[in-house]
């Protein structure tokens, strides 16, 4: 029988793979329709992926194997233009984080986050996924109750990090969303934007402590859990980060 496992990595490991999706002139003249495979595809993330990359990067996907569907958040009212209201338990414990293949699916309700990001129709075949790009996914990556929390989860696992200063913790979190260290470029801008959150948080503790994770360890006052909040949501809301490059 074909080890699916073995095949998978084997692909995602290969040479070709794991090219570069930028485009150069010489490519394009001998393969411009890339039939040869002379350069990667730059794709969109399905939604389910998208969902398990920002669980991996928060640090708080569940990663065991099987069982019923789980109940992860959702909006009030996605019920309310269906033909009757289904039972939603939303989950308290680790079941909130599973991978989103677990999500109980309503073929009348898809799961909105996942929707949005083109998961197709439970009432027809899917032979091809379409990938589109509209506003409301951003909005979703920034203000869906579940990617906050991932954020907070980010900014958690940032700030519980043996390395203490602003500079290490940035480069730490472009390794965890996007695979790579920031530029000298990107590391100014995003030490900059983190000390604007900070003045900002700093100005208004009543916001912080709203924006900031629960459950803050001591030595972490809320007005940092909310800058490094809004820092991973950030990075969490970048086309990078929900591409495949």
Known sequence: SW???????????SATYRQSSRQREDVAEI???NKWLAQQSRLRLDAEIIRDSALAASGLLTTELGGAPVY????DGVFDFTQDKKPWKTATDRNRYR????TQLWRSSLYPAMTVFDFPDANVACTRRIRSNTPLQSLTLANDLTFV???????????????????RRLILACELCLSR????????????????????????EKAAAAFSPPSLPEFISP?????W?????????????????
């Open 3 to 13: 080890d699916l496992k073995r095949l998978h990595r084997s692909v995602v490991t």
């Open 31 to 33: 393969d411009p329709t």
């Open 72 to 75: 992860p958040p959702q909006p």
């Open 99 to 102: 991978k989103a293949m677990y």
């Open 149 to 167: 929390e991932f954020a907070r989860g980010l900014a958690l696992r940032l700030l519980a990090s043996p390395a203490g200063d602003d500079s």
């Open 181 to 204: 260290e920031p530029n000298s470029v990107e590391l100014a801008r995003l030490r900059n934007y983190l000390q604007q959150q900070r003045s900002r948080f700093a100005a208004d």
């Open 223 to 227: 007005v940092e859990g909310a800058t």
């Open 229 to 245: 909040t809004a820092l991973a949501r950030v990075l969490m809301n970048l086309d990078e980060f929900i591409t495949r490059e």
